[in-house]
């Protein structure tokens, strides 16, 4: 399920490409923060790219998990990402990290792959697994290259404790003048996604910024990802998009 809110409903989309209004962009540098499901957003939007014959490249400027796959890539040359590019389709590529991750990309590799005429996509912030987070100062790290930002929310967030759901609590709960014991309401989630020190935070001008409200698998959790778009003091100026695994 892909959906926009336009006006205070649910619009369903048949794409997320669609949703984002990156159908027409050749390659757009596409960087996903926040938490909650950025590995799956950008994994949905690879997906699609290569269901219109585009090839993206998909990279971090953190860390991310690597996956016992023919299209993830530890320490490529440019010719060996190429080559498998060229071969799947698609490319996920890092230089090898520990606990069986995958970080930036050297260099000279990154340079390269800014360069080429694909969309690339980039996990640019860590969040532990939870769905949601506060950056600390060196959070989160964005290319200059960058046109295109998503912020992603998990839905599962909302009605839990902030201790609970949070990556840096601390730094929640201190943000929304709340206790880490206290619940995280969709007044909050608006809050953090329209704030620079939240989701909006290292977002330049000329980068696009769009919230991905993820895993509203639930009658209940669109709800939920209304009661924050209702919430929001922005409303119709910000884009914001609800995914699901589920239809």
Same mark, same amino acid.
């Given at each position: 399920m =892909?959906?926009?809110?336009?006006?205070? %409903?649910?619009?369903?989309?048949?794409?997320?490409? &669609?949703?984002? %209004?990156?159908?027409?962009?050749?390659?757009?540098?596409?960087?996903?923060a926040g938490a909650g499901g950025k590995t799956t957003t950008l994994k949905r939007l690879v997906a699609e790219y290569e269901d219109t014959g585009k090839k993206p490249v998909v990279t971090t400027t953190t860390h991310m998990f690597k996956e016992d796959s023919p299209f993830f890539l530890e320490n490529p040359s440019l010719e060996e990402l190429l080559a498998v590019?060229?071969?799947?389709?698609? =490319?996920?590529?890092?230089?090898?990290?520990?606990?069986?991750k995958i970080k930036?990309?050297?260099?000279?590799?990154?340079?390269?792959?800014?360069?080429?005429p694909n969309p690339v996509l980039i996990e640019a912030d860590g969040a532990k697994m939870l769905p949601a987070k506060f950056p600390a100062d060196h959070e989160p790290v964005f290319l200059p290259q960058t046109t295109h930002v998503l912020y992603v929310c998990g839905m599962d967030a909302p009605g839990r404790k902030?201790? &609970? =759901?949070?990556f840096r609590p601390e730094l929640m709960a201190a943000f929304l003048k709340k206790s880490p014991e206290d619940i995280l309401m969709p007044r909050d989630i608006a809050a953090l996604i329209q704030s620079?020190?939240?989701?909006?935070?290292? =977002? &330049?001008?000329?980068?696009?910024?769009?919230?991905?409200?993820?895993?509203?698998?639930?009658?209940?959790?669109?709800?939920?990802?209304?009661?924050?778009?209702?919430?929001?003091?922005?409303?119709? %100026?910000m884009k914001v998009v609800v995914t699901a695994e589920a239809s």
């Open positions: =892909v959906a926009e809110i336009i006006n205070g %409903n649910l619009i369903t989309r048949k794409l997320l490409l &669609e949703a984002l %209004n990156l159908t027409e962009t050749a390659a757009p540098r596409i960087a996903a590019l060229d071969k799947e389709g698609c =490319v996920f590529a890092g230089e090898k990290a520990e606990n069986g930036r990309l050297s260099a000279d590799v990154l340079e390269a792959v800014l360069k080429l902030i201790k &609970e =759901v949070c620079e020190q939240g989701g909006r935070k290292g =977002v &330049e001008l000329g980068m696009h910024y769009a919230v991905i409200l993820n895993k509203a698998d639930t009658q209940e959790r669109r709800d939920t990802a209304l009661r924050i778009w209702e919430a929001m003091e922005m409303e119709g %100026n």
